[in-house]
């Protein structure tokens, strides 16, 4: 078997950039592919993946536009002949109370949080079915599982996931094709650490292994998803959030 081909959309975000790093160092070449707006992170991002050599590449990508979608997995597949693995791990939030909530703060998340995950996953899937390999993993949230305070728009798309990834699964089970959720807690990343320091420290306080997630958590679990000896396991949600939600 050639070596497996990634790709993890906000790649250079606080979980892509670990996710990107772990997919790496088990064999994987990874694309990271983020929007290439913020040259100074990319450059970061460059230097902190810079051992890693080859192994992890950045490309540009707006997952909020189809056309840009659809272009980084035809430069991906001209490049690299495949893809086998694919991290939807590109998000945001605009946290607000439902009654104060604009239209565009709906639909600019919207947009990113569940259009991207239709969009970059249908440009991989028929290349994965034809192949008879491929791993989805979608980054989802515990709060798409509990619902939170300020966020209807980020609660629903994130619970939203969870649906396509169920369905998708049944879609291509029988083409050796797996789909599967990561719903992370609260990690250390920019996303948290916007919420108002004493919101997140409430929060923080209430996670029963009594500290905040590592990126690396997540990372560790997504690897496990996207094995290639992971093919049983599908249509599975894999809560990652020290037990500030436990559920079966
Ligand atoms: N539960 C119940 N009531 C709450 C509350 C909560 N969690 N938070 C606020 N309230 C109450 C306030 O006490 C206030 O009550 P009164 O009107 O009686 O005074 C009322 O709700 C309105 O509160 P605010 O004036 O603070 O409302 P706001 O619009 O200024 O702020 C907010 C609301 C922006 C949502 C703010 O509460 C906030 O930032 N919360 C954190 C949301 C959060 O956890 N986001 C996660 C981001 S990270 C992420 O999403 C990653 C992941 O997947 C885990
Ligand atoms: P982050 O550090 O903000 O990373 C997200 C990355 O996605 C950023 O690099 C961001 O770029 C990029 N991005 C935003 N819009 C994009 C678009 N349209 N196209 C391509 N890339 C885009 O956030 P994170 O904490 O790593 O979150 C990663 C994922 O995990 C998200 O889906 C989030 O909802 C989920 N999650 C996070 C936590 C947590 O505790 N951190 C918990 C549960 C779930 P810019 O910074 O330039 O906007």
């Known amino acids: 078997m050639s070596q497996r081909i990634a790709i993890v959309t906000g790649g250079i975000g606080g979980l892509g950039s670990a996710i990107c790093r772990k997919l790496a160092e088990s064999g994987r070449t990874v694309i990271a592919a983020d929007l290439g707006v913020r040259e100074d992170r990319i450059a970061e991002f460059k230097s902190e993946m810079a051992d890693l050599g080859e192994r992890v590449q950045f490309e540009a990508l707006n997952v909020a536009d189809e056309q840009s979608c659809n272009d980084l997995v035809a430069r991906v597949n001209a490049k690299h002949g495949r893809v086998d693995v694919l991290v939807n791990a590109a998000g945001i ?32 899937v028929e290349g994965m079915c034809d192949r008879g390999f491929g791993r989805i993993v979608n980054i989802s949230s ?107």
């Open 93 to 124: 939030t605009r946290d607000t109370t439902l009654r104060k909530m604009t239209t565009a703060q709906w639909q600019d998340l919207m947009r990113v949080n569940l259009d991207g995950v239709f969009y970059m996953s249908r440009a991989v």
């Open 142 to 248: 515990v709060n798409g599982q509990t619902g939170q305070f300020g966020q209807t728009n980020y609660s629903a798309s994130k619970a939203g996931l969870h649906g396509f990834t169920m369905a998708l699964a049944r879609e291509v089970a029988r083409k050796g094709v797996t789909v599967n959720s990561v719903s992370p807690g609260y990690c250390r990343t920019a996303m948290v650490m916007s919420i108002p320091d004493n919101i997140r420290e409430q929060i923080v306080s209430q996670i029963p292994v009594g500290r905040i997630g590592e990126p690396s958590d997540i990372a560790r679990a997504v690897d496990f998803l996207a094995a290639d000896d992971a093919g049983f396991l599908t249509g599975v949600n894999l809560p990652v959030n020290g037990g500030l939600f436990i559920s079966f």
